[in-house]
């Protein structure tokens, strides 16, 4: 009988082993060159594909050696311009010729080119995925029901990770190293398996690398030159965890059932996410929902009732493109990590999906800021309403987003109102984090609170603020801001000092001269250098100076010296005489502060701030005097208390 394979029958590795079982022994196979030269094509890629097909070949030589098959090699190499066009079928065409030449029946494993040879009236012999239980994997022998993770590399002895998520730890399981020989011959088996099994994916197949999927299994197979040696990393679960055997459960449920179907799941690498996401993927099926998935690599445990989708066309733009026909309830986003995965998620999540998300990160902040940097932060808390970090497979954290206009915590005053979105933990509903726009660049400043500051013990006073010489000033009760209070010489608070050396430090890169900082609260300071020297530690587009506040999580003025000492001159002549003078009418009270003109000033009542006011053209600050402000303005200055007003 005289046969000819086609390259996917080499690749898949099955002819060998049907000729073992006697199936086809004592034939003729024929191969073709352009079989040949496309095994020999795909192995110059570094693609593991061609290195197991040309394998199978060798295989087959050491058949024919012991008589056990005739092997003849037949037909012409094909041509650079026919290599070219193999992705159109011009190489499967050379190889259907080369069976109607010697009327040999032709073997495929590609299932359109078995249509397309038995429309040229071939006699075909389809080999489909097997679909029946096989023997273990070769690589299969390394793992127990402790592994998690198997390391094999050439001349160097096998290791794994072993324990739990909360618990692992790497240990040597054979003293023996393994050789590249032993590893081929592993590759080859997993390769084979992949091509053969219905449950089995090649999903990434470049230049010296190949991961696959099999079940549960994600192996990645690595080689020169992309590697320094051989490689074989195989990784599993080994828990099956439902959504109900987490701690905070049930405020994951209720989120996902109501108005916040955008969520993120924040972790380091190793830290439980996936099969976080891969319970909400099934709690979500199990509530009658329509659910699917985005991942590159495939490797979610979901029920078959859930569709796993990968890159359409190298691209997860496309395939977003294809799920808003489908239309389903939710999507599991898995990994992101290219800025076109923060885009399309942030596409799918406005358009009205619900959208569950997978991203790396050791802490929030860092969530935050890979998608701070590639998305509009006014629109984020439209994106993300959740937030859930995982630590070691446990819920650690839960928080909120919301987005408000207000004046970020470390801002000195009113003159920076901004939009900006806020980070709430969800159980103690204090704010963790403000995320805004400075000078160009967003920001994420983490929030101190009250109770982890060492203050001076104030009063609630009111507040006003008066943009313009006709608006009335509005009362606010509040506890003034730390940088808002007038400070002794001298004085500063616990850990100020070290701030002061970190800044220092960070500033120090960019200037030779002397770098004067001023705490003016725990998360704000003022920093002081050469005129020169400020256009560089500013950066372009504020980038220099944005680097050190996400950094060092303080925010920072930069300002030129000479302004540090015209301030002060100015402040040392206007405390002249024992503060400022007030005028009252009938209808308005009247602050006269003509050195100040045109500024923005904090009012203070000797120490104690009162409010941030504009002072017009004419160097005066006016309030209704029925106003509330105005009344306790007189009320002080009636007490013989010092009126003293500071630029902003």
């Known amino acids: ?63 024919a050696e012991e008589k056990v098959i005739e092997l003849k090699f037949s037909g012409e190499r094909p041509t650079l311009e026919q290599v070219k066009l193999a992705s159109g079928g011009e190489i499967d065409a050379m190889i259907r010729q080369i069976a109607i030449e010697n009327a040999a029946q032709f073997i495929t494993s590609d299932s359109v080119q078995a249509e397309v ?160 996401a891969q319970s909400v993927a099934t709690y979500l099926y199990d509530s009658g929902f329509v659910v699917k998935t985005m991942e590159a690599p495939r490797e979610l445990q979901v029920p078959d009732q859930i569709t796993q989708y990968t890159m359409l066309d190298g691209s997860m733009q496309n395939t977003a493109d294809i799920l808003m026909l489908i239309r389903p309830d939710f999507v599991i986003f898995d990994e992101l990590r290219k800025n076109e995965d923060f885009r399309t998620f942030a596409d799918m999540r406005l358009a009205g999906m619900g959208m569950v998300g997978v991203v790396h990160a050791t802490d929030v902040r860092d969530a935050l800021q890979r998608f701070s940097d590639r998305v509009d932060y006014g629109v984020l808390s439209q994106i993300i309403n959740t937030i859930i970090f995982v630590k070691e497979g446990i819920i650690t954290k839960i928080y909120d987003v919301g987005f408000t206009i207000k004046v970020p915590e470390g801002m000195a005053n009113e003159m920076h109102i901004r939009p900006v979105t ?67 010489e001298g004085e500063k608070r616990p850990g100020c000092k070290l701030s002061e050396k970190e800044i220092q430090r960070e500033i120090g890169r960019y200037t030779d001269g002397e770098v004067d900082v001023q705490m003016i609260s725990d998360t704000k300071a003022v920093v002081y250098i050469d005129d020169k020297d400020v256009p560089a530690a500013i950066g372009k587009g504020g980038k220099n100076i944005s680097a050190i506040v996400n950094k060092i999580g303080i925010g920072i003025d930069i300002k030129p010296r ?87």
Do not use: W
Request: charged share 25%; with cysteine.
């Open 422 to 488: 806020t980070v709430t933990e969800y159980e103690s509903q204090e704010l963790a984090f403000n995320v805004f726009r400075y000078d160009g660049e967003t920001i994420i400043i983490p929030v101190t609170h009250a109770a982890e500051q060492v203050d001076m013990p104030v009063k609630p006073v009111l507040r006003a603020i008066s943009s313009s010489p006709l608006a009335q000033a509005v009362p606010q009760s509040r506890t003034p801001a730390p940088e808002m209070m007038p400070r002794e």
């Open 117 to 276: 040879a038995r429309a040229k009236g071939l006699n075909v012999t389809y080999l489909k995925p097997q679909i029946t239980d096989f023997v273990p994997l070769g690589i299969d022998q390394f793992f127990d029901e402790r592994t998690i993770a198997i390391y094999l590399k050439e001349r160097v002895c096998p290791v794994a990770k072993k324990g739990t998520i909360s618990a692992m730890k790497l240990v040597q399981i054979r003293d023996q190293p393994t050789t590249e020989y032993e590893l081929r011959a592993l590759a080859q088996e997993i390769l084979e398996r992949a091509k053969r099994s219905s449950d089995g994916f090649i999903e990434v197949e470049k230049r010296g690398i190949t991961v696959v999927q099999i079940g549960s299994m994600r192996i990645a197979i690595a080689r020169r030159p992309f590697s320094d040696g051989m490689e074989i990393t195989a990784v599993r679960p080994i828990v099956d965890v439902t959504l109900a055997d987490y701690s905070k459960a049930d405020v994951i449920k209720k989120r996902l059932s109501g108005e916040k179907r955008g969520m993120i799941i924040a972790g380091a690498p190793g830290s439980g996410k996936t099969t976080l």
């Open 562 to 648: 000479n302004e540090q000492e015209r301030q002060k001159k100015d402040e040392d002549e206007f405390n002249l005489g024992g503060g400022v003078k007030i005028h009252i009418d009938k209808k308005q009270l009247t602050i006269v502060a003509p050195e100040h003109n045109g500024k923005i000033v904090d009012v203070f009542a000797g120490k104690e701030y009162l409010f941030t006011a504009t002072v017009n053209e004419n160097g005066e600050i006016h309030l209704a005097k029925s106003s509330s402000i105005a009344q306790e303005m007189i009320r002080r200055y009636t007490a013989e208390e010092i009126i003293k007003l500071r630029p902003v």
């Open 1 to 63: 009988m005289k046969m000819v394979p086609d390259t996917s029958v080499l690749i898949d590795g099955r002819i060998t082993s049907m000729i073992k079982t006697g199936d086809y022994k004592g034939s003729t196979i024929i191969i073709p060159e352009a079989v040949v030269a496309e095994l020999e094509s795909q192995a110059n890629q570094g693609k593991e594909i061609g290195f197991s097909g040309l394998n199978e070949l060798q295989s087959l030589c050491r058949l």
